[in-house]
């Protein structure tokens, strides 16, 4: 599978497990290096070459989102659309420049209609506390700021 360089070269210990070993009368602590070698296709369709000829990447806790920003891995994927009646398909594209992309709110701002409930729900966020204390209502110049209707669609 691998050649055999990436057989012989035995990576720097990063994870230790210790173990505490208690059998009848006599105690035994041992650690045992956790070790893992990981071959994972990141190149997003642009490498020809198979796997075992391909160059290392060092990835590490400190270079992992310079490492995806080199290779921006990206998934495709057909999804049924549950917010609307008929649950039609639709084809979603996600790219990853970052760790921070994999959260809840970067993945949504790439998909269209949770980008569209995700600034719905910004602008209810903002607007909420001025309407709860009617201060929105009092002042003349605020008032006129609001979209037409908006009013009606946060409440």
Request: aromatic residues 6%; positive net charge; hydrophobic residues 35%.
């Amino acid at each position: 599978m691998f050649n055999s360089s990436f057989r012989s070269e035995i990576p720097n210990v990063c994870i230790g497990l210790k173990l505490d070993l208690h059998t009848v009368g006599a105690s035994n602590k041992a650690k045992i290096p956790l070790k893992l070698r990981v071959a994972i296709n990141f190149s997003n369709g642009q490498e020809s070459a198979p796997p075992s000829e391909r160059k290392k990447v060092n990835l590490n806790k400190n270079n992992v989102d310079s490492v995806l920003s080199e290779y921006s891995p990206k998934i495709n994927l057909t999804v049924k659309n549950t917010l609307v009646d008929g649950g039609s398909e639709d084809n979603i594209s996600l790219t990853f420049q970052s760790m921070n992309d994999f959260t809840l709110e970067h993945v949504s701002r790439q998909i269209p209609q949770l980008k569209a409930m995700l600034s719905m729900r910004n602008s209810r966020r903002v607007l909420k506390p001025n309407f709860l204390d009617g201060q929105c209502f009092r002042n003349w110049k605020t008032r006129k700021k609001i979209p037409n209707g908006m009013a009606l669609r946060i409440l």
